[in-house]
């Protein structure tokens, strides 16, 4: 069995954890809650949802489909020591740039994918905003389209 769905959220939490050096390797799936401070700046990684991204007009039998994948990716940082939060706007966008540039690059990513697939980044939400916690989150959306063979499954 081969779960191509598995080896990309696998692939996303390894890759991060390699190319984010302020992150020092904590990358962490489906953790509940944001980590102790002594673990932070850290990466969280949830699983978010799959859905086939069109109706096929081919033959009912077929054995495979193009599917989307949507994991939450955050970006938490260390709590900052003032009220002025210096820097954490700054630190942010760097490390935004860094998840990023470290997925869309990732040629295992890319094969898991399969040649019709996809990465797209669609944008993100940080809680540098009024009525926010202003602690120095961001929330990145990506979209990952990849090849469901259903013979892997078995």
Do not use: C, W
Request: hydrophobic share 40%.
């Amino acid at each position: 069995m081969f779960d191509r769905r598995e080896q990309i959220l696998l692939r996303l939490k390894e890759r991060l954890a390699a190319t984010i050096p302020e992150v020092d390797g904590r990358v962490y799936r489906n953790r509940r809650g944001i980590p102790p401070p002594e673990k932070l700046p850290a990466i969280v990684v949830l699983d978010g949802s799959e859905r086939k991204r069109a109706p096929t007009t081919r033959h009912k039998s077929l054995s495979y489909a193009i599917y989307t994948l949507t994991p939450q990716i955050f970006i938490l940082l260390r709590l900052s020591e003032t009220i002025e939060n210096t820097g954490k706007g700054e630190e942010l966008s760097a490390m935004r740039a860094k998840v990023i540039a470290s997925l869309t690059s990732d040629e295992t990513l890319l094969g898991l994918l399969g040649e019709n697939g996809e990465i797209e980044y669609t944008g993100h939400d940080t809680d540098m905003a009024t009525g926010s916690a202003m602690q120095g989150e961001m929330f990145l959306r990506f979209t990952f389209a990849y090849l469901l063979s259903y013979g892997e499954l078995a």
